[in-house]
């Protein structure tokens, strides 16, 4: 029991330190009066659907008696940022049921009656569901927006990367193109000069067996002419003393 005690004064303490930390602008509809002659709540009042301007009586004395820790709390619920709480009054036997938003005081109730206080507190817990509804809907929504806009960041850098790269790619293939063909002309090229080298060789290797057969078959004897001398036969013609005298004599 008292380890049950003391966790309900600890969030009482934080509840109370919460409250007192942030002003309070209202509550929607609050019954009047003191403590001192607290009026019964009925169930089914009509619940409100925004925090009022300026915060009633009641809701400043309830605020009051929750800093100064007069009041034990016994249930609280929470729904996205609606609250609904039910605290007990041990001085006055006083049950106090509120509404809350973010901290705002929506609607305060006191009742005496104990059964009245847990169907109040029932109700409102319930009003707590259908209130949040849209918040939580809300939060949920821009949860799934954030990562959809992050998501589609991430599709989008992705996209831009692998359009990068295929850019990136393409400049290589055309480059890669280019240099081929390139190589084709020049192998093209090559192949041409090679082919008119290898004509010129054959027809250097060509002259050069004529030179070779020519020069293996030697001279030719059956063209050569015979000297006259050779043929004809030698006529001795007898010299005269008289002219062989003459010609001694002409000289010096």
Same mark, same amino acid.
């Given at each position: 029991?008292?380890?049950?005690?003391?966790?309900?004064?600890? =969030?009482?303490?934080?509840? /109370?330190?919460?409250?007192?930390?942030?002003?309070?602008?209202?509550?929607?509809? *609050?019954?009047?009066?003191?403590?001192?002659?607290?009026?019964?709540? +009925?169930?089914?009042?009509?619940?409100?659907?925004?925090?009022?301007?300026?915060?009633?009586?009641?809701?400043?004395?309830?605020?009051?008696?929750?800093?100064?820790?007069?009041?034990?709390?016994?249930?609280?619920? @929470? +729904?996205?940022?609606?609250?609904?709480?039910?605290?007990?009054?041990?001085?006055?036997?006083? @049950?106090?049921?509120?509404?809350?938003?973010?901290?705002?005081?929506?609607?305060?109730?006191?009742?005496?009656?104990?059964?009245?206080?847990?169907?109040? @507190?029932?109700?409102?817990?319930?009003?707590?569901? =259908?209130?949040?509804?849209?918040?939580?809907?809300?939060?949920?929504?821009?949860?799934?927006?954030?990562? *959809?806009?992050?998501?589609?960041?991430?599709? &989008?850098?992705?996209?831009?990367?692998?359009?990068?790269?295929?850019?990136? %790619? &393409?400049?290589?293939?055309?480059?890669?193109?280019?240099?081929? #063909?390139?190589?084709?002309?020049? *192998?093209?090229?090559?192949? *041409?000069?090679?082919?008119?080298?290898?004509?010129?060789?054959? &027809?250097?290797? /060509?002259?050069?067996?004529?030179? %070779? #057969?020519?020069?293996?078959?030697?001279?030719?004897?059956? +063209?050569?002419? /015979?000297?006259?001398?050779?043929?004809?036969?030698? %006529?001795?013609?007898?010299?005269?003393?008289?002219?062989? %005298?003459?010609?001694?004599?002409?000289?010096?």
């Amino acid at each position: 029991m008292k380890k049950q005690h003391g966790k309900r004064d600890i =969030r009482l303490a934080v509840f /109370t330190v919460v409250l007192g930390a942030l002003p309070f602008t209202g509550i929607a509809h *609050a019954a009047t009066g003191s403590s001192a002659a607290a009026p019964s709540v +009925n169930a089914s009042q009509a619940l409100p659907s925004a925090a009022p301007a300026e915060a009633p009586v009641l809701t400043q004395h309830v605020l009051q008696m929750i800093k100064e820790h007069r009041l034990v709390e016994l249930r609280t619920i @929470y +729904n996205g940022p609606f609250a609904a709480a039910m605290f007990f009054n041990p001085s006055t036997l006083n @049950y106090t049921v509120v509404l809350l938003k973010n901290h705002d005081f929506w609607w305060v109730g006191q009742t005496a009656d104990g059964h009245k206080a847990e169907m109040l @507190y029932t109700k409102l817990a319930t009003q707590t569901i =259908r209130l949040s509804a849209p918040d939580i809907a809300k939060i949920q929504l821009d949860a799934r927006i954030a990562v *959809a806009r992050s998501s589609l960041l991430a599709q &989008q850098q992705r996209e831009a990367e692998l359009a990068q790269q295929i850019s990136a %790619q &393409q400049k290589i293939v055309q480059a890669g193109t280019a240099a081929q #063909s390139q190589l084709l002309s020049e *192998a093209e090229a090559l192949d *041409a000069k090679r082919q008119e080298l290898e004509r010129e060789l054959n &027809q250097t290797n /060509t002259a050069i067996a004529g030179l %070779q #057969s020519k020069a293996q078959e030697g001279p030719s004897l059956d +063209n050569m002419q /015979t000297p006259a001398s050779a043929s004809a036969p030698v %006529q001795k013609t007898p010299v005269r003393k008289s002219d062989i %005298q003459m010609r001694a004599t002409a000289h010096p």
